[in-house]
Structure formats: C-alpha cells, structure tokens
C-alpha cells in the first residue's frame, strides 16, 4: 500500500490528487535526497533528479514518473534489476516546442519560408508536428527517423546524407542515447551543403558544442 508519495514542486495540477492517508511531499529537486526518499514509495520528478542508485538503495520506492519525454535521467537498468516502475510523458510539451520552433523561423525569416527546404531529425510526437506546421507555411519538409523507417519502409523517410545536401533548416527532436549523443560533431556539420540554420529541440548534448563554435 502506498504510503508515502514525494513531487518535485515545480510539478503543477497535483494539488489534492492523491487520498488524504496518503503522505505527500512537494520538494524542491536539491531536497530530493536519498535521505528525503527512504520511506518514499513513489516519486514524479523532472529531469534535475537523477534516478539512479545513488538515490534509491535501500529506499521503499517502487515507481517513478517523470514529467517529461526524455528519461536520459533515469538509470532504467538499475530500475529493472530492481523492480522499480518507471514511465515518463510521451508528447507532454510538444505544443508548445511546435510553437517555438514556429517563432524562431518566422523572426529569424520574416520574409517568409515559401522555398525552404526544412530537415526534421527524429519524427515523433513532437517532430511529426513540426512536419505539419512547415508544410503549413510552404516549406519543403524532409524527415529522417531510422527506427521508423525500418519499421514503416511506405513512409518516405531520408537518410542523414541526403538531408545534409539540400537542407536549409534542420531540427532535431531526438531522445538523448549513446547513438544520438554528439550527433551533430564536426564531421556532419562539414557534410553540409548550405550551412543551415540548425536548431536542437532535444537534449543539449544532442550538438556538439565545440564544434558549432
């Protein structure tokens, strides 16, 4: 039985979800410690709380949620090897990075995208949108996504190269893994034709820094 429940404050809408005899701690993410987490059973955290042993030996906890669609936070083979649920939010902010990526194109070319051609590295819920919204202002949308061009072999997907010779824009909305890690390194931007304007909607160390510089 669940007795005992810690949010990272900055978590909204939980106010008043769980039962009364429920125990509920709202928490800043420095106070989520591993002291903090002993008797907890479940935590909902966000990224700035590693999920991972150093956190979580010897604790009750048995499930986590993070409210985000990256879960590069979460340790899962320590959870799994110890029977700790764990599951994030697939989509939870898409709208809203659709909505940035819609501002930084329509001020960064206010003359308009008509002729453009757009690069999208990683089509799910949040690339998949930004398919639709620059078809919508008249650009020529590209989309590159390995796992589901192997699996859905009808949808005409591109490979990395063919997006680097024609792309003017390239957005990125991958997980963060150790294939997508440094995926943007001096040797793809080199393989690109136009120098395009590269904006990475995922996980900072999706680019690699140095090299951008």
């Known amino acids: 039985m669940v007795k005992q429940v810690i949010i990272d404050k900055g978590i909204p809408f939980l106010e008043g979800v769980f039962p009364p005899e429920i125990e509920v701690l709202h928490l ?23 999920i991972n042993k150093e956190l979580l030996h010897g604790s009750n906890v048995r499930f986590v949620a993070t409210a985000t669609i990256g879960y590069d936070h979460i340790d899962t083979e320590y959870c799994a090897q110890n029977k700790i649920e764990w599951t994030n939010c697939p989509g939870c902010n898409a709208n809203s990075v659709v909505n940035y990526i819609h501002a930084v194109l329509t001020t960064l070319f206010p003359e308009g995208l008509s002729g453009k051609t757009l690069g999208i ?93």
């Open 121 to 213: 590295i990683g089509v799910g819920n949040v690339g998949s949108r930004v398919a639709k919204m620059a078809t919508d202002l008249g650009m020529t949308v590209l989309l590159n996504d390995p796992p589901r061009a192997q699996n859905e072999p009808h949808i005409p997907f591109k490979t990395l190269s063919e997006l680097q010779q024609v792309c003017d824009i390239l957005t990125f909305h991958v997980p963060l893994t150790s294939d997508t890690h440094h995926l943007v390194d001096a040797p793809f931007l080199q393989n690109c034709q136009h120098k395009p304007l590269i904006i990475n909607a995922a996980r900072g160390e999706v680019c690699d820094t140095q090299a951008l510089l």
């Open 28 to 50: 800043s993410p420095e106070d989520i410690t591993p002291e903090a987490v002993r008797y907890a059973d479940a935590l909902f955290v966000r990224t700035r709380t590693r």
